[in-house]
């Protein structure tokens, strides 16, 4: 089975902070996939990335980016960590992109 | 209009009972459908992707109708292990783009 393993379960971090969260999968998946998901909207892409260095917008970039140098490993970045951007984040990887997804355990993050 | 909807329920029924789901989509590009389980605090889990025949797997029972654009999820003999948010997802064509509905909430009781 596919293995997402993403670096944290819970994280506290003030507004401001520049915060890093991190997602590796273990078998070689091309697409690498950030959600949020948050209670009555659903899960909400953020950003994906389909090859090693390439990166696409989703719906919500804003105040997000990311950085994908290897393959196994897609990183998202909270430039300046704000209160709206508490909430469950949801890294993803799939085969093809259209074989459905494989999920991380997810990373709850608060802002304080 | 939300491109997924599903209604956010919750259904309560007893163990043993037959429940359905019904989530609606509206782009007709609409290429791939699936629908995933997600238990409280924890990530979404795929439970099976949805073919135009209609597949089955065990109890579950998935279809999709493309003219009237919604598919389906069939539970048969529900088990309290069943509870569980279940979250329609669609994959439009030509993109890497899912889009998932906010969840219908399943509670099956004793």
């Known amino acids: 089975d596919v293995k997402v393993t993403q670096s944290s379960r819970y994280l506290v971090k003030r507004t401001g902070e520049k915060v890093f969260l991190e997602c590796v999968q273990d078998?070689?998946?091309?697409?690498m996939f950030w959600y949020r998901q948050d209670p009555g909207l659903g899960l909400r892409l953020i950003y994906f990335?389909?090859?090693?260095?390439?990166?696409e917008k989703g719906d919500i970039p804003e105040g997000y980016s990311v950085s994908r140098e290897k393959k196994e490993r897609f990183s998202l970045i909270l430039e300046s960590a704000s209160t709206n951007q508490t909430s469950m984040y949801l890294c993803?990887?799939?085969?093809?992109?259209?074989?459905?997804?494989?999920f991380g355990s997810g990373t709850r993050l608060t802002v304080v | 209009r939300k491109e997924v909807e599903q209604d956010p329920g919750p259904f309560n029924v007893p163990e043993g009972a037959t429940v359905a789901f019904n989530c609606t989509y509206s782009?007709?590009?609409?290429?791939?459908f699936f629908w995933y389980r997600q238990d409280c605090r924890k990530e979404p889990k795929l439970l099976m992707s949805?073919?135009?025949s209609g597949n089955e797997d065990g109890r579950f029972t998935a279809q999709l109708n493309r003219a009237s654009q919604y598919i389906s999820l069939l539970i048969r003999d529900s088990k309290l292990s069943d509870s569980a948010t279940y979250l329609c997802?669609?994959?439009?064509?030509?993109?890497?783009?899912?889009?998932f509905g906010t969840g219908t909430r399943l509670k099956v009781l004793a």
């Open positions: 993803a990887s799939s085969l093809t992109g259209v074989d459905g997804y494989t």
């Open positions: 078998m070689d998946h091309e697409n």
């Open positions: 990335s389909y090859d090693v260095k390439m990166k």
């Open positions: 782009n007709s590009a609409s290429q791939s």
């Open positions: 949805v073919y135009s």
């Open positions: 997802v669609v994959n439009i064509a030509g993109t890497y783009k899912y889009i």
